[in-house]
């Protein structure tokens, strides 16, 4: 699999927010969303094409008890399958970081699933091809039925503006199945500025409307940046 980069770092969101972590992060997506904050691995893609034994040489120095997979989009890469059991062999918590679009029968820790919503879609104007296979792909709900029933999973909800909150009740009341305990909704930026003037209003409508509010704590730490 195509591979980016290897790092230690702590992670910044979601239910495990603060935990010391190997990251593993591919290279290659099969969606655009507009305000991906790591375009060296989906809009231009970087990295070399490691086999699992050279990604777990590289891993196992660092030492650590839980990895991070994540993108681009790790479950475009079929060689994930005897990594992440070569990993939970090696008694790794492992965590997979995913779109939703794609399933791959694999063992991991935690499924940590961000459907992306209306508000992802590159500008169709200069990105037309990429604008409909995003639009086509980005909503998978038999993929999501499987990998909830096979995993122990979270949901992190990219939201930008107040009016994609009634996209998210939709979303869920399509899947009842889902824990209402473990949907999370992170605002969109990646400046604190911009984090902050989300979460003003994002914050108190996640205690309203029953969500857990995730802040991007990386961004606070490290600002935008490689490695972190």
């Known amino acids: 699999m195509r591979v980016a980069e290897i790092y230690r770092s702590v992670q910044g969101e979601g239910l495990l927010a603060g935990t010391p972590s190997a990251f593993l992060r591919v290279s290659g997506c099969n969606l ?6 790591t375009p060296y691995a989906s809009w231009h893609p970087e990295g ?3 086999a ?6 590289q ?3 660092l030492g650590l008890e839980h990895v991070v997979i994540t993108g681009g989009e790790p479950l475009l890469f079929a060689e994930l399958v005897p990594l992440c059991h070569a990993l939970r062999d090696r008694q790794k918590h492992v965590t997979i970081e995913t779109a939703g679009t794609l399933h791959l029968p ?3 820790n935690l499924m940590s699933i961000s459907p992306k919503l209306a508000n992802s879609a590159p500008q169709q104007a200069t990105h037309a091809q990429w604008y409909r296979r995003h639009e086509q792909t980005r909503h998978m709900p038999h993929v999501i039925r499987q990998l909830i029933r096979e995993h122990v999973y979270q949901f992190k909800f990219v939201v930008d503006q107040p009016h994609d909150l009634p996209e998210v009740a939709s979303y869920l009341l399509e899947f009842p199945e889902i824990d209402r305990s473990r949907v999370m909704l992170m605002p969109q930026g990646t400046t604190l500025g911009q984090l902050a003037a989300t979460a003003e209003w994002l914050e108190p409508a996640c205690a309203e409307l029953g969500y857990r509010f ?3 704590y990386q961004i606070e730490w490290f600002g935008l940046s490689r490695g972190t």
């Not at 655009?32 to 904050?37: A, K, L, Q, T």
């Not at 699992?52 to 040489?57: E, N, Q, R």
């Open 48 to 50: 070399d094409d490691l």
């Open 52 to 57: 699992p034994d050279d990604i777990l040489a």
């Open 106 to 108: 694999l063992a991991c």
């Open 32 to 37: 655009r969303c507009w305000f991906c904050d």
């Open 214 to 216: 995730c802040p991007r």
């Open 59 to 61: 891993l196992e120095p």
